[in-house]
C-alpha cells in the first residue's frame, strides 16, 4: 500500500492528527533559518520588498490544532477568521515561491508549504491543484523536509505513520 493509500484509508481526524503532529515537527527546520535569514523578498512585478512572519508557520499549526481539537468531531468544516487571516498571509509568500523571487533551501520551502497546505486542508479544500489530497500532500511535504533534514529517520517517520497499540 502506498503512503498516500494509506493515509486516504484513514478516518479524517487520524489524518489530521498525524498532519499536525508532522507539521510540529518539521517547525524547527523553519525556526533554524528564520533565525539566521531574513524572510524577505522582492517581488519581479512592481519591484516591493516584502517580509514574512516568523512566526506564521507556528501561529498557523497552533490555530489549525485548536480549530480541530473545538470544531473538528464529525462536522462540516467551519471557516473562521482566524484560520482565513493566517491564509491571507500566506498568498503572497507562496506566489513568490512559485515565481522564484523567493528561495529558500529545500528543506525550509517542503516545511513551509507543508504548513500552509495543512491550513489549505483545514479551510477545506480536498484537492491540490494537481488533483492530491491536499492533507496527503501536508504530510508528504512535511516528511520531505524532515527526512532531508535529517531531523527524523524513517523508522521514527514509519512509527508516526502507522502507529502502534497506544497511538499517536
Not at 524577505?40 to 498557523?60: E, P
Not at 498568498?91 to 500552509?116: G, H, N
Request: charged share 25%; glycine share 4%; aromatic share 8%.
Amino acid at each position: 500500500m502506498t503512503l498516500e493509500e494509506h493515509i486516504g484509508n484513514l478516518p479524517k481526524n487520524k489524518r489530521c492528527d498525524i498532519a499536525v503532529r508532522l507539521t510540529r515537527l518539521a517547525l524547527p527546520i523553519w525556526d533554524k533559518y528564520a533565525e539566521k535569514n531574513e524572510l524577505t523578498y522582492r517581488d519581479t512585478v512592481v519591484g516591493l520588498q516584502h517580509s514574512v512572519n516568523r512566526a506564521l508557520l507556528k501561529n498557523t499549526i497552533d490555530a489549525v490544532e485548536k480549530y480541530i481539537s473545538t470544531n473538528f468531531i464529525g462536522k462540516a468544516i467551519i471557516k473562521n477568521t482566524a484560520l482565513l487571516s493566517l491564509s491571507r498571509q500566506f498568498s503572497d509568500p507562496i506566489v513568490a515561491l512559485q515565481d522564484l523571487d523567493w528561495k529558500l533551501p529545500y528543506e525550509v520551502e517542503r516545511t513551509f508549504y507543508s504548513v500552509y497546505n495543512l491550513l489549505d486542508s483545514t479551510l477545506g479544500k480536498e484537492k491540490t491543484a494537481f488533483y492530491e489530497k491536499t492533507i496527503y500532500v501536508t504530510i508528504n511535504q512535511a516528511i520531505d523536509a524532515l527526512s532531508s533534514s535529517n531531523l527524523m529517520n524513517e523508522k521514527e517517520i514509519r512509527e508516526i505513520l502507522y502507529g502502534n497499540k497506544s497511538g499517536l
